[in-house]
């Protein structure tokens, strides 16, 4: 499509009841502020390329869409400073003096790519503008770190909070309030440090980004554009579906806090642009219905805010004492901020759901056994067992372990609380902050109870939890919980993907990557890593109108490399008929697509006729020549990519891990990371595949290299088997 678009679009229907109700000094003022944005990005730009010349690379770090905005509304993929100023002039060019509010929406879209060019100059020369806890760009990393959660809703809706409010404490209420509802927070200007001055918590693992300063507001908009890109699949260029997307799977809003000037309501009219509303806390002389409005209230701004956006809640009142929503799930609790720990290999530590039968439950009830942590030392490790019994008509023992994994994810989604790990390897931490609210071990089974018969309702009818920190007690309780794991590995052992009669699908991603087909088998795990064959399963019994369903295995088409008719029957249907055929086996062939939430991603490394794999907690070079961030952006959203392929990282583990192009014995590199994560299982695999022990040493890591010349003399001195198999192309 033609780069410049004056004209109204199908999308631009949705603004027609406020186009003659827009007032004209605030179309005056999106007018004014916009050629001010400009102006300053081209006396910016000029000046950095007189200082470096128009060779220039310019790019922000670690991200696989160049300058986001500009790459995904006209689909330019700018990486030298000479290629700025025609875009900015096309720009500027759109800027119109005839008021209207069509026109302001296009002042805002001019506004955008002058802050987008803003910024991007920030980044010349590998500069890091931005120290903690100041973010500025969010780097692809950080955008795929919360594809699940906004593909599952998890995370309602975004808010961006800009200026600055009537007081810290005011701040700070209304970033509780949207934390507590769990919302993403994008924020600029002086409400960083008002929220700072009442430790707040913010940054990454809060799902709440101090960008800087009022142009760093841009970084709101590209983490959202990126998002259709990464995830919906929209491609570069395609500027109406890309503000289509962002209106319909991307619910932000922007609360403007304190006075306003001139540019600020330009950028107000990108956001507006995108279809995302402006509310204002002081009165206005002018609004725009539905999209520029006031709402000086504090104490009903953010439900107001909410409601204009069509952000729905489910409202779950727990009795904990402290905040609990998705907000705090990647909080960290350092030692020096503890109160107490427990497991995590300094005690005994344990925990087991159990399906019981109904008289052998009191709904509700929880137990408490031993000292609480106010009968605890500061800063000590004790013992922990956690017991969790179900029954529900519609409960199997096959969902224990599906249920007994919720655990982690529930615990950590309360504001002070830690956990990692699971079973009898989990380790927990209550911070002196929760402890000081009044959190108690009650408290753990309150948060349990009401989230397992909140998330499960199909499945749970009643809860009881026992939790036990009399060491004794816990011994006894957790020799019994290892025997109830065997019995499930034992299970588990007998699910070959030969032993079952259907396989199971996984939609979930399709809001964000609608032509994607999760195929999940019990020896290969989704993609994301957090969906098991076991977890379709119970995911199907909960509810069957949900995203997984069964798929029966039926006539066989190729045994080795695992395609089905009835598997390509169902993909071809359900991903809008663009995937015509799959293989389960291999990736050079017809393979499974990918949507971006996936935690690792192979690739072909033909000179060393083998395959590398990266995750997107490795943030450095690989020998394929690029990062994770730039794989994600050309193996996700939906796309079949012979050679690649996005997989969960145990996948690995399984015995059918690419068992038609020659399994584990292809691997050839892999981050240091990944090897640890795998551990003693990654040696065993090799071993039962008959490639020995010492094949893990065999693979080559960044330690080695990350270039193809680099790895390859370590791989011809360790004898590496992928060396010496058939050739893969």
Known sequence: MSKTAFTKTAFDEIFAGAEDKAPKKLLQKAYNGAIIATSYAEILMNQAIRKYGPDQSVAYPDTAYYLPVISSLSGEKVTKLGELPPILNRMRSQIREELSFFNARLCGESTAYAAEIIESLRYLNGAEPHVAPWTGYLTDPILRKYGIQLVDWTIPGQAVIVGRARTSADAAKIVQELQAKGMMLFMVNEVIEQLLEQNMKLGVDYIAFPLGNFTQVIHAVNYALRAGMAFGGIAPGLREQHRDYQRRRVLAFV????????????????AIFLGFPVICDTELEEEIPDWYVSHPNYETIVKYAMELRGIKLKILEIPVPITVGPAFEGETIRKGDMHVEFGGGKATGFELVQMVDEKEIDDGKITVIGPDLDEMKEGSSNPLGIT???????????FEGVLERRIHYFINYGEGLWHVAQRDLCWLRVSKEAFNKGFRLKHYGELLIAKFKDEFPAIVGRVEVTIVTEQEKVDQLAKAARERYNVRDARL?????EAVEELYSCILCQSFAPNHVCVVAPERVGLCGAVSWLDAKASFEIDPNGPNRPIKKEGVIDEEKGMWQS??????????RSVEEVNLYTLMDRPMTSCGCFEAILAIVPEANGLMVTTREHSGDTPSGMTFSTLAGSVGGGVQAPGFMGIGRTYMLSKKFLTADGGLGRIVWMPKELKEFLGDDFRKRAEEEGLGADFVDKIADESVGTTVDE???????KGHPALTMDPLM
Not at 711 to 717: N, R, V
Request: glycine fraction near 6%.
């Open 255 to 270: 609360l403007h806090l304190g006075e306003i000037d001139e540019v600020q309501v330009a950028a107000h009219m990108a």
């Open 567 to 576: 598997v390509n029957e169902y993909v071809y249907t359900t991903s809008n």
């Open 711 to 717: 790895i390859l003399p370590f791989l011809e001195e």
């Open 493 to 497: 052992k007998g699910l070959t993907d």
């Open 388 to 398: 969790v019994k179900i029954f529900g008509r519609k409960m199997q023992e096959d």
